[in-house]
């Protein structure tokens, strides 16, 4: 069974940095467009930024400016650097795979990210 295994979730301070890591297995990341969606609690999940294969981005107007997605094909790893966290930023973070040709998606366990003073 194929794992997207994430990490870096934590607790920060508001305007502080987090960095959040997805690693993929090697033979599915350059297949797959990669994101990361996140869940508040009573909330649904949504859509926080997508990576495509070929470097093409798209965030959620919410985290535009503040958050920075970023893959690198040599280590099959999918990143999300996160500046300026708000309270509301506060939420548990998927990493998503989402394959270009048959749309099959994969998900991470998700990890905890709390901006909180």
């Known amino acids: 069974q194929v794992q997207l295994v994430e990490s870096g979730g934590g607790l920060v301070q508001p305007g502080g940095s987090l960095r959040l890591s997805c690693a993929t297995p090697?033979?599915?990341?350059?297949?797959?467009?990669m994101g990361w969606y996140r869940q508040a609690p009573g909330k649904q999940r949504e859509l926080v930024a997508t990576?495509?294969?070929?470097?093409?981005?798209i965030y959620a107007d919410s985290v535009k400016g503040r958050f920075t997605i970023s893959r690198d094909n040599a280590k099959n790893t999918v990143y999300l650097q996160m500046d300026s966290l708000k309270s509301e930023d506060t939420a548990v973070y998927y990493c998503?795979?989402?394959?270009?040709?048959?749309?099959?998606?994969?998900w991470g366990q998700g990890t905890q990210v709390t901006v909180s003073s």
């Open positions: 990576i495509a294969t070929d470097g093409t981005t």
């Open positions: 090697v033979n599915i990341f350059r297949l797959y467009t």
């Open positions: 998503n795979g989402r394959n270009t040709i048959t749309k099959f998606n994969l």
